[in-house]
């Protein structure tokens, strides 16, 4: 363990039991980093990554700065998505032999919309023990902080960078009640805006979390039919990485769907889906979009 480390975990006498735990060898340690704010690594990570063998790592160049401002050193393997496969077999390898491996990311928890779920599949899949170490998230952040009142999220990670699949995706999810996380690059967020907006009600409240932790952190919560034009209000709101948060779709009772159900099967009987979907919809105040949804399912189902 460097000397900083060292120092870190001592200046604080509860920290010390990371000395009194185990860390078994011949284990996979799936370590979460931080998302921006270096400081928000935890005592247990940096303990780990003093111990290991080797750090498998999306970018040997951002962990080697990571692990550098910690005055840790442990020999790199690259380890990101066009390779997951065959690092896992050296990876494999290693561990059998009986070594220390930790598996970290550029920034985040491993494995969630980033590189190294193949990586721990292969592993368990070879009997061998993985271990996680829980930390920084940007899903989790973002939820913290959006005052959208809902007990599930649903996340979807990014979505498809065409249209076209972006769009068929975002109506798939019309229905869906639990807050929905969407991972999205600076240079598409406002295509994404856009559809969000185009696919879902305008009075649907979107939340935009940029930056988090970082030095120009911002996190904003409109309807959507405001989303696309705060975007484009100010330059700075395209740069950087984006969490965006949508409302889930307002839960229905379930007497409520199984009459607007019964009308709409009625009404399939006799009119095209989007007309049937339109008259049901007038006829049980349920949301169109969500009684269409389920009209093309009848017609599948037929």
């Not at 229905?175 to 929905?180: E, G, I, N």
């Amino acid at each position: 363990m460097s000397d900083i480390t060292s120092r870190a975990i001592s200046a604080l006498p509860v920290l010390e039991e990371t000395a009194h735990q185990t860390y078994p060898s011949a284990t996979l340690y799936v370590v979460a980093t931080p998302i921006g704010n270096v400081t928000d690594i935890s005592v247990r990570a940096l303990h780990v990554l003093s111990l290991v063998d080797a750090v498998a790592c999306e970018d040997t160049r951002n962990t080697a700065q990571l692990m550098t401002r910690f005055g840790l050193h442990r020999p790199l393997i690259a380890a990101h998505q066009h390779n997951e496969r065959e690092v896992a077999e050296t990876l494999i390898a290693r561990l059998q032999a009986g070594e220390r491996i930790a598996l970290v990311s550029d920034a985040g928890t491993p494995a969630v919309s980033d590189p190294g779920a193949r990586i721990v599949e292969a592993v368990r899949a070879a009997g061998l023990r993985v271990l996680p170490l829980p930390g920084a998230s940007a899903a989790v952040t973002a939820l913290s902080a959006s005052g959208l009142v809902n007990d599930q999220f649903y996340f979807v990670g990014f979505l498809p960078a065409k249209a076209k699949q972006r769009e068929n995706v975002l109506a798939s999810l019309r229905t869906v009640t639990a807050t929905m996380v969407f991972y999205e690059a600076p240079h598409r967020i406002l295509d994404c805006a856009t559809a969000l907006a185009a696919v879902f009600e305008p009075e649907r409240e979107v939340v935009f979390a940029r930056e988090l932790t970082k030095m120009f952190e911002e996190i904003h919560r409109c309807p959507l039919a405001a989303a696309a034009a705060w975007i484009r209000a100010d330059a700075h709101r395209e740069k950087g990485e984006f969490v965006v948060l949508l409302a889930g779709a307002p839960a229905h009772d379930g007497d409520n769907d199984a009459e607007a159900e019964r009308i709409l099967k009625i009404l399939l009987t006799e009119c095209p889906v989007k007309q049937a979907a339109a008259l049901a919809a007038q006829i049980t105040g349920r949301k169109k979009n969500a009684l269409y949804d389920r009209a093309l399912q009848l017609k599948q189902a037929d």
